[in-house]
């Protein structure tokens, strides 16, 4: 079987383009979602591609990119393919796990792909940065109601359970606690 792989970062991009060029070479089943590719987590279609691809098939992408964004992950995927017997090869780049040259290129694109990733936060913590000094970025508001973990501290409660009725975190429930002790609530 000659599986596909079709996946953008976010709800607004398209897989159009992705998905016509994996039917292209025919593949026989193509799994498409939009999530981000900086983690394996929450990647429900790549997760039941991994399950159902057997000894002998071809898991296919159109470019190295759109199965992983760390060399960690994509060393991690090769692997898992490798002990399963499956292939790996992408339309518009040289990968083709079947030859050495294919695997050593899937190498460096995939240090190519992390450093990119890696740039693009630091441009945007650079981004951040500059505008926190101009005042114009204050960071997310506040979303826990810090008065109602002074008030259940007040009647009793500890850490754990007020941060298990909060939702919230038992770091977080100190971190706050520290921050104003209660008895400047009087």
Same mark, same amino acid.
């Given at each position: =079987?000659?599986?596909?792989?079709?996946?953008?970062? &976010?709800?607004?991009?398209? +897989?159009?383009?992705?998905?016509?060029?994996?039917?292209?070479?025919?593949?026989?089943?193509?799994?498409?979602?939009?999530?981000?590719?900086?983690? +394996?987590?929450?990647?429900?279609?790549?997760? %039941?591609?991994?399950?159902?691809?057997?000894?002998?098939?071809?898991?296919?992408?159109?470019? @190295?990119?759109? +199965?992983?964004?760390?060399?960690?992950?994509?060393?991690?995927?090769?692997?898992?393919?490798?002990?399963?017997?499956?292939? +790996?090869?992408?339309?518009?780049?040289?990968?083709? %796990?079947?030859? $050495?040259?294919?695997?050593?290129?899937?190498?460096?694109?995939?240090?190519?792909?992390?450093?990119?990733?890696?740039?693009?936060?630091?441009?945007? =913590?650079?981004?951040?940065?500059?505008?926190?000094?101009?005042?114009?970025?204050?960071?997310?508001?506040?979303?826990?109601?810090?008065?109602?973990?002074?008030?259940?501290?007040?009647?009793?409660?500890?850490? %754990?359970? @007020? $941060?298990?009725?909060?939702?919230?975190?038992?770091?977080?429930?100190?971190?706050?606690?520290?921050?104003?002790?209660?008895? $400047?609530? &009087?």
């Amino acid at each position: =079987m000659k599986y596909g792989y079709a996946r953008v970062s &976010s709800v607004g991009q398209d +897989l159009t383009i992705q998905v016509q060029k994996l039917n292209e070479v025919g593949c026989d089943v193509i799994r498409e979602e939009k999530v981000s590719g900086t983690s +394996l987590k929450g990647r429900k279609e790549f997760e %039941t591609l991994m399950e159902f691809m057997r000894e002998g098939d071809e898991l296919v992408v159109t470019r @190295i990119d759109r +199965l992983a964004r760390s060399i960690r992950d994509l060393q991690n995927i090769v692997y898992e393919l490798k002990n399963k017997g499956v292939t +790996l090869s992408a339309t518009e780049q040289p990968i083709d %796990t079947r030859t $050495s040259a294919g695997k050593a290129f899937l190498d460096m694109l995939g240090v190519f792909s992390e450093f990119e990733t890696n740039l693009r936060k630091e441009r945007q =913590m650079e981004g951040v940065r500059k505008a926190q000094e101009r005042g114009v970025y204050k960071g997310r508001g506040r979303t826990i109601d810090v008065s109602k973990i002074y008030e259940l501290k007040q009647n009793g409660y500890g850490a %754990t359970k @007020i $941060s298990k009725q909060l939702g919230i975190t038992r770091q977080s429930v100190y971190r706050l606690l520290k921050e104003q002790p209660v008895q $400047s609530l &009087s």
